[in-house]
Structure formats: structure tokens, C-alpha cells
């Protein structure tokens, strides 16, 4: 079992970025894919971003696609999500997920450790 805790989200305005991270401890974090999800109140929580274990492979959901990049520093164990040009319908509740795999996956299934979340706020 992995621990993961969010930081970096808050309130920006559209057009903006915010980087987001993600401490891990309690597990070789190098050994395993990474991932964000996000959501938003009366939605499920949806796939944004995953990373494999050596960052040799990255997936994206195209909402994100060309706006956003995932990325991971094995060495200070955190994974990270720098969101640029920032819309109101990015506004949600951001979650790390520790996979269980080296993999990148892209569905909940596919992870099996989660942050408590960080909250984006875009304002138009």
C-alpha cells in the first residue's frame, strides 16, 4: 500500500495553470505507474492523466490533451500535473492514484492506492 498526498490545487483564473503534486511514501514508488483522476460534484471520477513507472509511457484524456503534462521525479518519490490554459470545466477534485502495475493505466481499476484529492477551482 502506497500513501499519496495532494497539494498544489486552488483558485485560478481561465487561462491560467497550477501544478499539481503528489508525495508518495510507503512503497518503492519507482516500481509502479502513476495516475490523476478528477471530479467534479454530481459526476463520477474520470480518468486524466497516468505516467509508467520509468515515465517511459504517458496517457491523456483528450479533455486534457496539449493543455497538460504528467510527469514524476522517482528520486523525491512525487508525481506531478502542470495544467495549462485552465477552463471552468476543469473545476474539480483532483486525485492521485498509485497503480498496480508498472504500467500506465487508465481506468480506476488499474490503481489501487488514492490521495484524498485537491480542489481546482477555475473562475471564468
Known amino acids: 500500500q502506497v500513501q499519496l498526498v495532494e497539494s498544489g490545487g486552488g483558485l485560478v483564473q481561465a487561462g491560467g495553470s497550477l501544478r499539481l503534486s503528489c508525495a508518495a511514501s510507503?512503497?518503492?514508488?519507482?516500481?509502479?505507474?502513476m495516475g490523476w483522476f478528477r471530479q467534479a460534484p454530481g459526476t463520477e471520477r474520470e480518468f486524466v492523466a497516468s505516467?509508467?513507472?520509468?515515465?517511459?509511457?504517458?496517457y491523456y484524456a483528450d479533455f486534457v490533451k496539449g493543455r497538460s503534462t504528467i510527469s514524476r521525479d522517482n528520486a523525491k518519490n512525487t508525481l506531478y500535473l502542470q495544467m495549462n490554459s485552465l477552463k471552468p470545466e476543469d473545476t474539480a477534485v483532483y486525485y492521485c492514484?498509485?497503480?498496480?502495475?508498472?504500467?500506465?493505466?487508465?481506468?480506476?481499476?488499474?490503481?489501487?492506492?488514492w490521495g484524498q484529492g485537491t480542489q481546482v477551482t477555475v473562475s471564468s
Open positions: 510507503g512503497r518503492s514508488f519507482s516500481s509502479y505507474g
Open positions: 492514484a498509485g497503480g498496480i502495475t508498472a504500467g500506465a493505466g487508465t481506468n480506476a481499476g488499474d490503481f489501487g492506492s
Open positions: 505516467i509508467s513507472w520509468a515515465a517511459g509511457r504517458t
